[in-house]
């Protein structure tokens, strides 16, 4: 046998210090960067808040908007348009005047409107200024002939 065998082998690396940066002592030398506190505005995304809609409508207008527009007269007219992608549409008043905005939270009934449906509806104003108005509790009257109607299910009904 030969002596080189049996012979321990010796490292060339020094052993490393307690003080070395590479090698912590312990696990609880180590120490987590610290945390400060940055003051931020509140934003619509965080914290709960909501953006409020720029439309009233039936859920978040005012109870006295509410009460005006239900104390109010009815009207008639004739729908225009009116987009359910896009979420709106107009009416044109019997007596000709200025088309009415409408919004699709404002329909009552089971159908969506299409153009040539006899419409009935009230007016209430919208904020912030009150100097525009929009229709509100429309109902479809009579529906207009030969055209295609859907239901908000999604149903096409001819009428």
């Not at 030398?29 to 931020?40: M, N």
């Not at 720029?54 to 109010?72: M, V």
């Not at 419409?119 to 904020?127: A, D, E, G, Q, T």
Request: glycine share 6%; proline share 12%.
């Amino acid at each position: 046998m030969s002596s080189e065998a049996s012979s321990p082998v010796k490292s060339t690396t020094p052993p490393l210090s307690p003080l070395s940066p590479v090698s912590p002592v312990s696990p609880n030398s180590l120490r987590l960067p610290v945390y400060r506190h940055r003051d931020r505005s509140p934003s619509p995304m965080r914290g709960g808040y909501l953006i409020p809609s720029p439309l009233p409508t039936r859920r978040n207008r005012t109870c006295s908007a509410a009460e005006r527009a239900a104390e109010g007269p009815v009207f008639t007219g004739v729908c225009k348009c009116f987009s359910r992608s896009k979420g709106h549409g107009f009416i044109t008043p019997s007596d000709r005047g200025n088309d009415v905005f409408v919004h699709i939270s404002d329909i009552e009934g089971e159908y969506v409107p299409v153009e040539g449906d006899e419409v009935s509806y009230k007016i209430c104003s919208i904020p912030p200024k009150h100097e525009k108005i929009q229709a509100v509790e429309v109902t479809i009257t009579h529906l207009a002939p030969g055209t295609k109607h859907e239901t908000w299910s999604g149903a096409v009904v001819e009428s």
